[in-house]
């Protein structure tokens, strides 16, 4: 269950990275892939 909640994290960062969301918002993904401990994989530019 975590493996599945930890990828569905990280795809919605990239997703908010996509679509240019808030920075706010996409500070709190940030947050808490660093809480997670995942990879953020930067390939696209905020």
Same mark, same amino acid.
């Given at each position: 269950? #975590?493996?599945q909640t =930890?990828?569905?994290?990280?795809e919605?960062?990239? +997703?908010?990275?996509?679509?240019?969301?808030? !920075? =706010?918002?996409?500070?709190?993904?940030? =947050?808490?892939? +660093?809480?997670?401990?995942?990879?953020? !994989? #930067? #390939?696209?530019?905020?």
């Open positions: 269950m #975590k493996e =930890d990828q569905f994290i990280l919605a960062y990239e +997703k908010a990275v996509e679509l240019n969301l808030e !920075h =706010d918002f996409l500070r709190l993904l940030e =947050d808490e892939l +660093k809480r997670r401990n995942l990879t953020i !994989h #930067k #390939k696209l530019v905020r």
